[in-house]
């Protein structure tokens, strides 16, 4: 079983606040804490591994701890994927080892990655999280994503207790965005 986490979040937030100042209409910077937080907030819900479109909305970095290498590929399952920084693993000695990245190959799509060891993977101790895969994932948030959060922003900020137009609003732009688990 995978275990994912960040490890470099995003440098900038898709959306900052003076942009959702504007969007508001909001012209004195009293409520900046509160928009900052409402921002994060809708971000949180739609970006990462536990959001729920299940992909990197703005450049970040990633790892994925295994137990042991699989059979077959490595699958990653957050994208969209720009590089593959590294693969690490416990040797038989407990050492730790840095895979050589002419020895994998790569298949980097927006839904994830896969690799694959065409001469197979290197043996690997028996030890708790052998190997780690670091990932970039990212490539910057689309417009209707953007506006996605601007809508939910602006829904959290106007009416404290939300509304059922702006859910659907903000459902029908992220649907084309969302990974589905199977």
């Known amino acids: 079983m995978a275990n994912l986490r960040i ?6 937030l898709a959306v900052d606040v003076e942009t959702a100042r504007e969007h508001l209409s909001v ?11 409402y921002i994060e907030a809708a971000i949180g819900y739609l970006d990462g591994w536990t959001g729920i ?3 990197a909305l703005m450049p ?14 490595i699958e990653i399952p ?9 693969i690490t693993y416990l040797d038989e000695d407990g050492s730790s080892q840095v ?15 896969r690799i694959r060891a065409p001469e197979g993977w290197p ?12 990932w970039q994932a990212g490539t910057g948030c689309p417009a209707a994503i953007r506006a996605a959060i601007l809508i939910m922003v602006s ?11 702006a859910n659907g609003r903000v459902k029908a732009l992220i649907a084309p965005f969302r990974r589905l688990r199977v």
């Not at 957050?78 to 590294?86: C, E, F, Q, R």
């Open 155 to 165: 829904d959290m900020f106007n009416n404290r207790s939300g509304s059922a137009e």
């Open 60 to 73: 970040q970095t990633w790892e994925m701890v295994l137990e042991t290498f699989p059979a077959g590929c």
């Open 7 to 12: 490890k470099t979040p995003p440098a900038s």
């Open 78 to 86: 957050l994208g969209p994927v720009t590089a593959i920084d590294s």
């Open 27 to 37: 012209t004195e910077s009293d409520d900046n804490y509160l928009i900052q937080q």
């Open 123 to 134: 043996s690997v101790g028996d030890y708790l999280g052998a190997v780690t895969v670091q």
């Open 99 to 113: 895979m050589n990245s002419s020895l994998y190959q790569t298949d980097m799509t927006d839904a994830g990655a």
């Open 53 to 55: 479109l299940g992909r």
